[in-house]
């Protein structure tokens, strides 16, 4: 799928943090997609409606990005183009569950993807998650992507040891990464992104399921090159670039 | 020219994106110049009045930034020093359309530095640009140069394949760079204040011309210890940093 | 007492600058802490209260980043968590005078991390910063910096060439790190916000030089890999993630 994403090239407008925008953007050149990150109010409705994916993260949210979060929110179901959002450090702040609950509310959003704190967090699940870390809890991570994916009619995709992606039918698992992946940050949110430029070729949980394998294992690659969280971070942007097709390894539907 | 950069040391304000601010930075430290970001309405105008150089960028635009640039380049008028506008996606949404032509206005520019789209959607020309990359279209890129630099009596610097340095008078085609720079976030945008840092040493075409040409080989020689572009961009600050006076090719005037 | 940072793993609360974010946050990761930036007032009294120390960076301070501040701060105090400051180019503006000088009034400020220019910013002494530069002037520092500790009751560090430690009290006096540093957007911050992991496990004067001294070491280390700023940057989180225990070079209390 990676060759149709880099024939395609497509636009994906990126609201996202401030911490992360530079490596964001990076990877998704890496990729073969091209970025444009903008979040004036007064002009994500027409970014939104240029370009073929939308991407939002609330790593830094404030009051007015999520104003033009839920602009180019709208304008994205409008135009029909896929929507991804990455509800970073989700049970961190009772505001960031707020802005995420009215997201979910007032925009159709394709896919989620996060870790499985902030997986439970949404779903209101007990869980020792602390500040955008992924934490520990007890639950059945899959069971709760279910009930998300059902809940809110979407994909959800929950990257972690294991790699969950489900639309609430489909269950995929995934095994692909490093542990080195959660020492350099912003590795998730661009994950949030490629898996918005996957979902331009097809909108399924195939193509997310796809993404999140391809993304493995360019960590996989990199990881090979360096274990340490410098080094690993410059040999995955490489990684991105000159990767061509991943080997999926499906999991079943359950 | 680099020389005398390096011994002037220039202090450049820039008001830039938050997508490339961190590139931007290291790039100038590296260049030999020294950067100072500031964006907040309260001080811009005291940060323009201690520089050598304004150098603005609308890249993630917002009413607060737009404010502040507006304050910056009057002061930096006021003081007589260069101020070079990056148009950053141009074409992408009229509301950055609409503050270019403001700027253009209230503020007196020495100098802009963009590329192809960027230059056709300040001039409406037919271009087809996306989102933030150059885009192509069928007009001759050096004639519109021309015509620019005279409508708004400023130098004009548009970058690609070829670079064209204009001040409606002569003109500087330089062949210098890789592709690979396309690959890597915020080279436009660094390239315009370190054009911003060659214009405290001489506010001339001459100047901007060279630091396009400077930038180019830069480019080069980063490409020459690697062409990922995750790599590429270590490598080009290094090459920022080691490298000494550039053979200038100049174009001919027309 | 790198040991300790890395089996707390400290939450560290960072208001801090678009420019440095990046590099800021993958050092943290690397040291061993975890950090979570956020800056809007709706969240930061929560953000601060899960944290185990704040770090605020006023680098590209504004009007709403500078509210949060202020509330993040008092909710540190309320807690009791340390809080350190970064006055990023105090001299710069009176801008950022006035609301360091409001910090300092409203928060209870464990320790400032800054350079000798910042320092005799704030101490109003006369001194030749220019922008965020360090600068030079004549005063001696020591002196300054004890004066410092003693009128705001807190730990003053100013690093340079030679780096001083002082609660108003006990001096210590660091030579460690390389020139190279200051070729680097952020050392600072990022040492500002290592100084706070540090002051989680012991808040005293001992604690931050030895941050300090960790810090200059990890620079040492980085620099026998490359001396260009661009690998440089890239070798200092390496060295980061792969350093342990420091030798601490203590200096005599006066």
Redesign the interface.
């Known amino acids: 799928m990676i060759k149709q994403v880099r024939e395609k090239k497509p636009?994906i407008?990126c609201i996202t943090?401030?911490?992360?925008?530079?490596?964001q953007?990076?990877g998704m050149?890496?990729l073969g997609a091209?970025?444009?990150?903008?979040?004036?109010a007064?002009?994500v409705e027409?970014?939104a409606s240029?370009?073929d994916a939308l991407s939002l993260n609330i790593?830094?949210?404030?009051?007015?990005s999520v104003e033009s979060m839920l602009i180019a929110g709208r304008a994205a179901n409008t135009k029909g183009i896929p929507v991804v959002l990455d509800p970073v450090?989700a049970g961190?702040?009772?505001?960031?569950l707020s802005v995420i609950d009215q997201i979910l509310k007032e925009v159709n959003v394709t896919a989620i993807r996060c870790n499985a704190g902030e997986l439970a967090a949404i779903m209101r699940k007990d869980w020792s998650a602390?500040?955008?870390?992924a934490g520990e809890g007890e639950g059945d991570l899959t069971s709760i992507a279910l009930e998300a994916a059902k809940k809110y009619g979407l994909i959800v995709a929950v990257t972690g040891p294991v790699d969950i992606v489900t639309d609430g039918d489909i269950v995929h698992e995934i095994q692909a990464g490093r542990q080195v992946m959660s020492?350099?940050?912003?590795m998730g949110c661009l994950l949030s992104s490629v898996t918005a430029a996957f979902l331009t070729v097809e909108q399924s949980v195939d193509a997310v399921a796809e993404a999140v394998q391809f993304y493995g294992e360019a960590g996989e690659n990199a990881a090979a090159v360096?274990y340490?969280?410098?080094?690993f971070?410059?040999?995955?942007?490489?990684a991105l670039?000159?990767m061509n097709e991943s080997k999926i390894q499906k999991g079943g539907s359950r």
Chains 1, 2, 3 share one sequence.
């Open positions: 636009l407008h943090n401030y911490v992360v925008a530079n490596f953007a990076n050149l890496a091209s970025p444009v990150m903008g979040d004036e007064e002009e027409e970014l240029i370009a790593g830094t949210l404030n009051q007015r450090g961190a702040t009772s505001y960031r602390k500040g955008v870390d020492s350099v940050t912003g360096s340490s969280p410098g080094s971070k410059t040999a995955f942007i490489d670039y000159s």
